[in-house]
């Protein structure tokens, strides 16, 4: 019964870390990569959809993306999120393909963009110590119920908090690759 509460713990705490390393993705550094846009969703006859659900993004060039919308009508809505994100970039478009040229970052836009990233990793490190909670809150049913004993719920708690000091780490290591590939100029 413990080990799958830890298994369920740890299946859910990479998970966790996953979508960390999805959201480091979406900020942008001094590359273009079709994942800058992951996080922008423009509102299409009244539904917040992501745009690459809305249109084929291309990378043409290591400073400019491409957005080539499925519905022409939808080029204003794409372009308006875009603008209103906060990717900091100034989309173009010729009623047909909306260009996004990648300018180089300022030394102050890498910043605020460090800013993001490690907002982006705290939210990692929240979800993962809610798992935890979450599983804390399982043993001590267990031992409340008479499932488990003590010495049992006590061991499960110190693996528990080792697997989240894993997690936290992996995150923490993520986030220091972000933060130097940000910086780098």
């Keep these: 019964m413990i080990d799958e509460l830890l298994d369920d713990a740890k299946r859910r ?9 999805h959201e480091f993705n979406t900020v942008r550094t001094g590359r273009a990569s079709a994942a800058l846009l992951d996080r922008v969703a423009a509102d299409y006859y009244g539904e917040k959809t992501p745009i690459k659900q809305l249109a084929t993004i291309n ?3 290591p400073r400019l993306l491409t957005v080539q919308p499925f519905d022409p009508g939808s080029v204003k809505a794409i372009e308006r999120a875009i603008m209103e994100s906060d990717l ?6 010729d009623g047909k393909l909306i260009r996004l040229p990648i300018p180089q970052l300022t030394e102050e ?22 798992v935890r909670r979450d599983v804390m809150h ?3 049913e267990l031992a409340r119920d008479g499932d488990v ?7 499960a708690e ?3 908090q080792k697997l989240t000091d894993e997690h936290v780490h992996r995150i923490d290591e993520l986030l220091k690759k972000k933060e130097e ?4 100029v």
């Design 149 to 155: 004993g003590d010495d049992d719920e006590r061991r």
């Design 181 to 184: 590939e940000i910086m780098e």
């Design 59 to 61: 990378v043409p060039e």
């Design 158 to 160: 110190e693996k528990l």
């Design 88 to 93: 900091g970039l100034q989309p173009s478009n």
């Design 13 to 21: 705490m990479d998970k966790s870390v996953e979508a960390a390393v």
């Design 138 to 140: 399982d043993l001590k």
């Design 109 to 130: 836009r890498r910043k605020q963009l460090v800013k993001v990233v490690r907002h982006l990793a705290e939210e990692g490190r929240i979800a993962i110590r809610n």
